[in-house]
């Protein structure tokens, strides 16, 4: 069935690093990606989102890119802070899907000071 | 208030009870969503709420499992006769339409032990 997955369950960086996140997809026909920051004990919190029309968006030092052609999505985050710190999920939607989102199952970054 | 207000924001029950689940949307979000979080995993999505729509049930794992939404505001989420594996963090989200997820917002959760 549908699913979005990440490779890797844990990430510890070095602060002042980049860290990479990554997410594979399997619905060809998902046409929206989002990734969500969690702190523990908190609700998912929105970073960044990306249309399958693109392969790359940046923001305030995190940047999305996309390859729809090996369904793999990753989030680059910038000179790595311990604020960064959280767990992570990418997850997908589909057209005319609303808020209906298949999340992945996270991975827990952890920056080293 | 100015975020999703959920309560309780802890809850144990014993097996077989039935559990209320509260949910105060974003004022004036017409959207609202219920995801259910089990340790370590991500959101699994559960009921879709769109202004007068009916709502979306397909993610009800069962029939024990329910929600509503009066006057378009706040929404409820029911589980009768708790199973362990109820256990989870539930979490409600709103947003202005139903729009893409980027303008979801998603409260603290409530979390469910079930004993």
């Known amino acids: 069935g549908e699913s979005v997955g990440l490779h890797l369950p844990t990430l510890s960086v070095q602060e002042g690093d980049n860290s990479i996140i990554n997410c594979a997809y399997s619905?060809?026909?998902?046409?929206?990606f989002i990734w969500y920051k969690q702190e523990s004990g908190k609700g998912p919190q929105f970073i960044i989102d990306?249309?399958?029309?693109?392969d790359k968006r940046q923001g305030q030092r995190v940047t999305v890119l996309l390859n729809k052609t090996v369904k793999h999505l990753s989030l680059q985050i910038a000179a790595t802070q311990p604020g960064d710190s959280a767990v992570y999920f990418c997850?997908?939607?589909?057209?005319?899907?609303?808020?209906?989102?298949?999340f992945g199952q996270g991975t827990e970054l952890s920056v080293k000071p | 208030g100015a975020g999703v207000s959920q309560s309780p924001s802890n809850k144990v029950t014993e097996k077989g009870k039935d559990v209320e689940l509260r949910c105060d949307p974003i004022?004036?979000?017409?959207?609202l969503y219920w995801y259910r979080q089990s340790l370590g995993q991500g959101l699994e999505f559960l009921i879709y709420?769109?202004?007068?729509?009916?709502?979306?049930k397909s993610g009800l794992p069962s029939d024990r499992f329910s929600a509503e939404r009066t006057g378009g505001s706040v929404s409820t989420l029911t589980i009768q006769r708790t199973q362990q594996e109820d256990s989870a963090v539930y979490l409600c989200?709103?947003?202005?339409?139903?729009?893409?997820?980027?303008?979801?917002?998603f409260g603290e959760g409530s979390w469910l032990t079930v004993v």
């Open positions: 989200a709103s947003s202005l339409d139903r729009g893409r997820p980027n303008t979801i917002y």
């Open positions: 619905n060809s026909a998902s046409d929206y």
């Open positions: 990306i249309r399958s029309n693109m």
């Open positions: 997850a997908e939607n589909g057209y005319n899907q609303g808020g209906k989102l298949i």
């Open positions: 004022s004036g979000h017409t959207a």
């Open positions: 709420f769109q202004g007068n729509s009916a709502p979306d």
